[in-house]
């Protein structure tokens, strides 16, 4: 096992925390657009984030860059990328991670909402990775806290997958196994969800949704204080 691999094993939630904010991977080069591709939609979570901006990193500089594609979420943190050529075109092949931004208006200020608080939110990046593991085509694929602490972990291992990336966060974050067997993957894992249930599916839901938002806003509150004592130590 390379000392980078036992870095991973051993890294605490803290540390993983950290890594999320260091933002996404390097950059890989100039943006090439793919030509056509499939349609996907998903959702841009921390709570669900209205107005946030979301765009296809084909450079992987965690930027929006001419010619990347993007779009808005809707106020249930939807985004939907129709796939057709020139437009919403998306990458038949792993050649991009999908980034989630505020949204800035004319006077550079946030518009971008998160209806867990009720309030506008600034200076959020959030990341979902690409690889095997999260496949795009034609998927639905969460943006969260989650995600992004994975994406970080796939940026500094290139060896490391999304699956096992995936493991190592929700060990991290105190996910147990029988989370992950109820249905708790953080990259798929949805804790607004609409679909109708009822019984045991909907109380083993709730408690992983609750769990999962929980933590959600713990990363964030991690994340902001490290970039705020980031930023007053200049």
Known sequence: MSRKNKFLVGVSPLGLLALS????????GGITPAASGSATSGKAQSGPLNN???FLDYNFNGVWDAGETKTITDENGIYKFDGDVGYGALPTS???QIVVTTTQD????????DSTIGGIVSNITLIAPSGVGNAFNGGSVMVTPATTMISNLMALDASLSATDAQTKVSTALGFTAADIANGFNPLTFDAFSAIPMSGAELATYDAL????EKTSKKIMTVVNTLAAAAEGSG
Do not use: D, W
């Open 21 to 28: 904010a260091c933002g996404g991977g390097s950059s890989s």
């Open 52 to 54: 946030a901006t979301v």
């Open 94 to 96: 792993n050649t991009y």
């Open 106 to 113: 004319a006077f550079n200020q946030s518009i971008t909402t």
């Open 209 to 212: 949704a609750l769990k999962a």
